[in-house]
């Protein structure tokens, strides 16, 4: 029965948990209209003034490169530069210009790691090869982030005349995420991704009475009024979520390491997740379906009949089908409150390839699109991002004016802004993504009852050091 279920299991091509980047759509489902650009100019290439306050940055060498090279799984960061970047110009969907400079877009999906081999293949070598094909800018997730911070093939943000003075409204886990070893900050990114629960307003009414997000959180505070209001959903035809993976982030953000010492962990806490999810399985109030798939995204739709997910910003507005005038989202019917645990899921980093020629215009985008206040205020603006800028997240935060349209018009920033303080990703390792896909493909075949716990668990293990045999268990 194992090896039947291990092929099983090896079989299906496991699509990352993070997919998204925060997204991994083609491009993001439904954006409000982008903020209007500056008048195109080449970016200025002297490096930033000296700050007394801030660690003395290296001042970018002369840029040489006629090409900018960028490295990336989908179109998320590509919009952002697009529509946010002074200068930019697009040509067309996969080559734009920022001054006399020719920028190419090499885009590869993360399905089957895909988009990190094309990575392993290209940055050893990369200040080897030819002045026009070398890799400048390149995006990673949290999930492997410190795979590509711990070597040097990313440059230190400082070498790019970056200082800590730039960064210092950024959220402290942004940074952490991205610091190798010996404690240099090796990217740095545009937007936080603290998590809520995101839930159906005409459910909600219907079943609690209220879709006031006051009201909702005493439904779902912790995991046993969630269990508790999971079986009144059941009662009146929905699942309390599309599946079991929906509460996954919530729980392993919220877990030790998955690896430690080279040998990997199934934290009590995620056992608890296992028990939780078998039992709702169980008794018809979640599905077994996968992140990304048809099962999962039914519940966009009010046929759907699911009340709630987990998410942050970028799921909400970029994720639920807002495009789509048959979604709930397109009807403004979702809402937000805090949940039964605070987490966080994903985000996206900007990286310097070591070897690139264009260092000054790479630390330029970098400086633009993660330091500037103003620039971050417009991005929050224009697609409803969280960005990473904690005076401006106040700022809107405070803001009357401002709302979501997906979730009705409502400010949820407030709980963002106050989730994004408490994350802590200590408990992170290179093998992080690798690990929830086994885990998670694994678990689904004990839920579904093709497995005992512990004829899953093997799977795991088995799954797990295929991809890194270097682990043991």
Known sequence: MKKKLLSSLLSVAMVSALLVGCGSTAAPAAEAPAAEA?????????????????????????????????????????????????????????????????????????????????????????????????????????????????????????????????????????????T?????????????????????????????????????????????????????????????????????????????KVVENGAIKVDDTIKKWVDMSKEMVDAGETGTGDLWGDDWSAGFYPEGKVFCYFGPAWLIDFCMAADDEASIAHAGGWGATTGPQGFSWGGTWICAANGTDNA????????????TTDIMLDIVKADNDFVNDKPAMEQMAADTSYGDAVLGGQNALA??????????????????????????????EYFEGNATYEEALDLFYTSVTEKYPELTY
């Open 415 to 444: 709980m963002f802004c106050a989730g994004a303080e408490k994350i802590d990703r200590s408990n992170m390792t290179i093998y992080d993504q690798g690990y929830t896909e086994s885990f998670q493909q694994a678990m689904k």
């Open 180 to 256: 190798d070893s010996t404690g240099k900050l090796k990217g740095v990114s545009w937007q936080g991704c603290p998590g809520v629960l995101i839930y159906n307003r005409e459910a909600a009414k219907e079943v609690l009475g209220s879709d006031d997000p006051d009201k909702v959180q005493e439904a779902v505070k912790d995991w046993d009024t969630f269990l508790a209001t999971a079986k009144k959903m059941k009662d009146a035809g929905y699942k309390m979520t599309a599946t079991a993976n929906d509460t996954y982030r919530v729980f392993s953000d919220n877990a030790g």
């Open 38 to 178: 500056p008048a195109a100019e080449a970016p200025a290439a002297e490096a930033p003034a000296a700050d007394a306050a801030a660690t003395d940055a290296a001042a970018p060498a002369a840029d040489e490169g006629k090409v900018l090279n960028i490295y990336c799984w989908n179109e998320e960061f590509k919009s952002r530069l697009t529509d946010h970047y002074p200068g930019y110009e697009e040509v067309d969907a996969t080559h734009g210009k920022i001054g006399d400079v020719d920028v190419v877009w090499t885009i590869t999906p993360s399905d089957d790691n895909a988009y990190q081999n094309k990575l392993d293949e290209v940055l050893p070598g990369n200040a080897d090869a030819a002045a026009d094909d070398r890799v400048d800018l390149f995006l990673v997730e949290a999930d492997y982030a410190l795979k590509y911070v711990d070597e040097d093939v990313t440059l230190p943000v400082a070498d790019l005349g970056i200082t800590d003075a730039d960064v210092a409204n950024q959220y402290q886990y942004t940074k952490d995420i991205v």
């Open 360 to 371: 000054s215009l790479v630390g330029d985008i970098m400086k633009k699109l993660t330091c």
